[in-house]
């Protein structure tokens, strides 16, 4: 009776250890702009392994900012990416009661200055009419320096088979 007491103590200690061992943390917080202090709707955050550099979760923020990821590495960092925003990294996570808590991060406006933006607008080559296509060749780019036989061939679904065969006169001297 005492070695199947044992035998069951020794079961559970094994089964409450590696529960122990597959506990996930759970990463919370929330994100929200430097200037107007809004939340930050939709923002990318990716939790990693600090030792291998690798992802290994990733989630993105809700409506109000706040977002919420599970892993089951207790050494993990919090990268935070919006577009229009730097990257904001977190490194040295404390973990309390299975809840990492980073609080409120806070991310900056990255704008760069454009120079000189030009728009070109350009008409389609192709027309859809009532009963028929047109095919506007003369705006085709490929068509410059080319003949027609060649601008024929960019047309879609038109195939153009071409032989070439000559003929000589004969002169009747006889």
């Known amino acids: 009776m005492k070695n199947q007491f044992t035998s069951i103590l020794i079961l559970i200690v094994c089964l409450f250890i590696s529960t122990i061992s597959m506990a996930q943390v759970r990463v919370i917080g929330k994100v929200i702009e430097s200037n107007g202090q809004q939340p930050i709707e939709f923002a990318t955050i990716m939790v990693g392994d600090v030792n291998t550099k690798k992802a290994l979760t990733g989630t993105t923020t809700g409506v109000d900012g706040t977002f919420s990821a599970k892993v089951k590495s207790k050494e993990i960092y919090v990268e935070v990416s919006f577009i229009g925003y730097e990257t904001q990294t977190i490194q040295n996570i404390t973990i309390q009661k299975g809840i990492a808590d980073i609080g409120t991060i806070t991310l900056s406006d990255n704008s760069e200055k454009l120079g000189e ?18 095919f506007n060749v003369g705006s085709d780019l490929s068509s410059t320096g080319a003949g027609a036989l060649e601008v024929l061939n960019n047309v879609p679904s038109v195939n153009v088979y071409f032989c070439f065969t000559s003929e000589r006169k004969r002169s009747d001297t006889g």
Do not use: A, W
């Open 117 to 134: 933006v030009t728009v070109v607008g350009e008409k389609s080559t192709t027309e859809f009419r009532l009963d028929k296509r047109v």
